[in-house]
C-alpha cells in the first residue's frame, strides 16, 4: 500500500469524529508548516482528497498550489 493511500484511509477514519472547525484549525496549522518549508507540500493531499467540507478542501488545494 502506498503512504499516501495509508494516509488517506487515516484521514478518512479520523472524519466522523473530528468536527469541520477542528479540522479547519489543524488545516491552518499544516497550512502554516507547509509555507514554512516544515511539511512538504504533499502533506495537504489528504485534506484536499479527502474531506467533504469545501472550505477544507478549497484552502488546502490553494496552499499546495501555491507552493508547488
Known amino acids: ?3 499516501m493511500t495509508s494516509a488517506l484511509i487515516s484521514y478518512w477514519h479520523r472524519l466522523p469524529a473530528e468536527s469541520p472547525a477542528v479540522r479547519r484549525f489543524n488545516l491552518a496549522a499544516l497550512r ?6 516544515r511539511r512538504p507540500p504533499e502533506a495537504l493531499v489528504p ?3 479527502g474531506d467533504v467540507d469545501d472550505e477544507i478542501v478549497s484552502a488546502a488545494t490553494a496552499t ?3 507552493c508547488c
Open 32 to 37: 502554516d508548516d507547509v509555507r514554512a518549508g
Open 1 to 3: 500500500m502506498s503512504p
Open 64 to 66: 499546495y498550489v501555491e
Open 47 to 49: 485534506a484536499l482528497l
